[in-house]
């Protein structure tokens, strides 16, 4: 048999509990998340986390007061919806700004011990980095996007004339091949004057082979 738990094993006991009882508020005062419990009224009956500070509030001037005095109480209000829905046992979530901040909020229903739904609790992450980064990345890909539209190529094939050495556009015109590669890419000419036709064009002025 298991002899009774000694005075050692007591005092360690009561040692644990009272760590857990000084240090369990201060922990939910510094976790980096909000959390929260409302009754079936939505009327919030308690608040904890280091987003209280961000956002500027207090879990004294918190408890008492109701989620729709933060959030527009229209049907079309997903924080208060699923609240609501928390209420009728459906668990849900939400992204919403309060006091320029962004939150990704989950509520679940709140239960007593017989399963009974006594109100509901959330918790709430700052997510204002994040979403910041994500716009950042979003712009920049639609300023990519938008380079590549502006980005000429030539391809297919190109119908030269065998004599002047015009091409034909898409509208059947014929064009020197320097106005046509300009109209259909960045490239920039710059003339000069290669050593044979310098030589037939200019024999007086170029050397003895």
């Not at 986390?49 to 729709?68: D, M, Q, Y």
């Not at 004599?163 to 890419?185: P, V």
Request: aromatic fraction near 8%.
């Amino acid at each position: 048999m298991l002899g009774a738990p000694t005075a050692h094993a007591r005092e360690e006991v009561m040692r644990s509990t009272q760590y857990q009882r000084i240090n369990t508020p201060l922990i939910l005062e510094q976790i980096p998340a909000l959390l929260w419990v409302a009754d079936t009224n939505l009327t919030i009956t308690f608040v904890q986390g280091h987003i209280l500070k961000t956002l500027g509030l207090t879990p004294e001037g918190v408890v008492g007061t109701t989620v729709p005095e933060y959030f527009p109480v229209e049907p079309t209000s997903t924080p208060f919806a699923t609240h609501l829905r928390a209420l009728q046992g459906d668990p849900g979530s939400y992204v919403a700004t309060f006091k320029e901040r962004t939150l990704r909020a989950y509520v679940e229903p709140l239960r007593n011990p017989n399963g009974a739904i006594t109100g509901c609790i959330g918790i709430a992450l700052d997510i204002t980095e994040q979403k910041r980064l994500e716009e950042q990345r979003e712009r920049l890909i639609a300023d990519l996007r938008n380079a590549l539209t502006h980005i000429k190529t030539l391809r297919g094939l190109l119908p030269i004339c065998a004599a002047c050495k015009k091409i034909r556009d898409n509208h059947g015109y014929w064009k020197q091949i320097e106005e046509y590669i300009s109209d259909h890419s960045d490239a920039k000419f710059s003339h000069g004057i290669c050593p044979e036709c310098r030589q037939k064009l200019y024999p007086k002025w170029s050397s003895s082979a």
